[in-house]
């Protein structure tokens, strides 16, 4: 059997001398009101092969695991998820690892005579697998509700005035810079003259100290390299700027080919879309997928990033016959 890491994060094997210590202090007598007390039944069946106290382990069971959906409903509605369709999904899965659970044995329950080796194996494989769909559809739900709503909370921010906030900041941080070194570097100050201008800046003496000190090039104050990655920063925004201003005042274009695909560019979501009447071949589908589209059901179409490239790959690629 493999070692679990249950809710709570602590490693529960299968082993039942160390089960004996892990659960006598954690006995559950009733599941009632528990969210998943309709499956005490299943959860007691499927610790009967493996365990010498099924009804123990498997009310723990519902204990942990209900504990967990509660938290997991707890979150979900801070993403604005659909916590009811959530909680189907998590006890229809929860459900199916029990099932398969059920048909794993232990010798120490089953005995060494004649033990069925390669059923136990394959019961094994089948437990892991069901319980590697149910614990890994948890991360992606949460994590794919967590992106819907960091993705609605971008939408409620003007990128623009973000961005040319984030410049403002940017370029404030590179005169910092300069100023502080114009300091650090006048040979008309003393060392107390320095100290007592830096903290005019706001710089505390303790700072002042570590600027005056030179580096493994003899060079004091803010390094080169750090005016100039910022100053590299702040391009690269700029350039950024541009193209978000020039997409704000552009406009989405749609066009409806003779087979009844519409080619959108939209333009607020950047991204190149085709709409097909039905679900297209496969042929079509892998040209789309080779050429950067990937099918996205939230739009219900094939789409790519809103540039030339994608644009003539779809005309030259994907419907213009060529691989």
Not at 28 to 35: D, F, I, N, P, W
Not at 243 to 266: C, F, H, P, Y
Not at 301 to 307: D, E, G, I, K, S
Request: aromatic content about 8%; overall charge positive.
């Amino acid at each position: 059997m493999r070692t679990e890491n249950l809710p709570t994060e602590t490693p529960e094997t299968e082993n039942l001398a160390s089960n004996t210590k892990l659960y006598s202090d954690s006995e559950v007598k009733s599941t009632e009101g528990m969210l998943l007390h309709k499956h005490e039944k299943q959860a007691i069946d499927a610790h009967r092969g493996t365990s010498f106290s099924p009804e123990r382990r498997g009310r723990y069971y519902i204990k942990e695991y209900s504990e967990l959906l509660a938290a997991d409903i707890e979150r979900v509605k801070e993403l604005g998820g659909d916590f009811d369709r959530y909680r189907e999904k998590f006890e229809r899965l929860f459900s199916a690892w029990l099932y398969a659970k059920s048909n794993c044995l232990s010798t120490m329950i089953a005995g060494p005579s004649k033990f069925p080796v390669r059923r136990a194996e394959k019961a094994n494989r089948s437990e892991e697998k069901r319980y590697k769909e149910f614990s890994e559809w948890r991360e992606r739900a949460l994590e794919g509700m967590a992106r819907a709503k960091r993705k609605a909370e971008r939408a409620e921010v003007d990128p623009i005035a973000e961005l040319k906030e984030k410049i403002k900041n940017e370029k404030a941080g590179v005169e910092f810079m300069k100023a502080v070194n114009k300091v650090i570097r006048a040979k008309k100050l003393t060392d107390e003259q320095k100290v007592e201008k830096l903290g005019s800046m706001g710089i505390p003496a303790s700072v002042s100290e570590i600027l005056k000190r030179p580096d493994c090039f003899g060079n004091i104050g803010f390094a080169s390299y750090k005016l100039t990655n910022a100053n590299a920063r702040i391009r690269s925004s700029e350039k950024r700027l541009k193209e978000l201003e020039k997409r704000a005042t552009a406009q989405s274009k749609e066009n409806e080919r003779a087979d009844g695909v519409r080619i959108v560019e939209n333009v607020q979501e950047n991204r190149l879309q085709v709409f097909f009447p039905g679900k297209p071949e496969a042929s079509i589908r892998e040209k789309l997928k080779a050429n950067g589209f990937r099918w996205a059901p939230s739009n219900g179409c094939w789409q790519a990033y809103l540039n030339n490239n994608s644009k003539y790959k779809l005309e030259r690629f994907v419907f213009g016959g060529n691989q």
